[in-house]
T-cell receptor, first 111, second 114 residues
Framework: KQEVTQIPAALSVPEGENLVLNCSFTDSAIYNLQWFRQDPGKGLTSLLLIQSSQREQTSGRLNASLDKSSGRSTLYIAASQPGDSATYLCAVRKGTYKYIFGTGTRLKVLA | EAQVTQNPRYLITVTGKKLTVTCSQNMNHEYMSWYRQDPGLGLRQIYYSMNVEVTDKGDVPEGYKVSRKEKRNFPLILESPSPNQTSLYFC?????????????FGSGTRLTVV
């Protein structure tokens, strides 16, 4: 059974720091992996989608990497800002019709 | 604007009173899905639909029903809600169910059953 783990559950950093969020999954047979951002009480916003054949994707200050063989993905946020404060979720596409979500990392960037 | 629209955003109801949460997408997506989000448990899939008239159970389908009579709509029905169905619900859609595409999420419906 696929399990997705995100550690740490919560993280506080001062503004301007570069930071890395981690996502681990137990079964490497995935179609893709997606990173989402969730603001309190709101829906999920897609940040980056990495196909199983790709190693990384970049969007602005965000860079996501995927290492299928080790069952890991990282989300790198450069020069963090208070507006980056949110919960970050990763999800793996396992099988044709299913996404399995991690429980998220709650990030707080202090001004 | 391409989006997934859920209604209502907030709902408080009493045990046993049937309710429907609507979900509509304007992107001509084939695949739609419902999730519930609970503290410490993350998002768990309730039901999904691969296309019109094609639905299947996710990980936590008990107490829920769905229908897909039109491509754009995928309502979630609670025939007899119970307090353990108090949760934050999300509808999501994707271009196809074949794994190449990511998800677009609705803004969520916060349901409280008393």
């Amino acid at each position: 059974k696929q399990e997705v783990t995100q550690i740490p559950a919560a993280l506080s950093v001062p503004e301007g720091e570069n930071l890395v969020l981690n996502c681990s999954f137990t079964d490497s047979a995935i179609y893709n992996l997606q990173w989402f951002r969730q603001d309190p009480g709101k829906g999920l916003t897609s940040l980056l989608l990495i196909q199983s054949s790709q190693r990384e994707q970049t969007s602005g200050r965000l860079n996501a990497s995927l290492d299928k063989s080790s069952g890991r993905s990282t989300l790198y946020i450069a020069a963090s800002q208070p507006g980056d404060s949110a919960t970050y979720l990763c999800a793996v596409r396992k099988g044709t019709y299913k996404y399995i979500f991690g429980t998220g990392t709650r990030l707080k960037v202090l001004a | 604007e391409a989006q997934v629209t859920q209604n209502p955003r907030y709902l408080i109801t009493v045990t046993g009173k049937k309710l429907t949460v609507t979900c509509s997408q304007n992107m001509n997506h084939e695949y739609m899905s419902w999730y519930r989000q609970d503290p410490g448990l993350g998002l768990r899939q309730i039901y999904y639909s691969m296309n019109v008239e094609v639905t299947d159970k996710g990980d936590v389908p008990e107490g829920y029903k769905v229908s897909r009579k039109e491509k754009r709509n995928f309502p979630l029905i609670l025939e007899s809600p119970s307090p353990n169905q108090t949760s934050l619900y999300f509808c999501a859609s994707s271009l196809a169910g074949t794994g190449e595409y990511g998800y677009t999420f609705g803004s969520g419906t916060r349901l409280t059953v008393v």
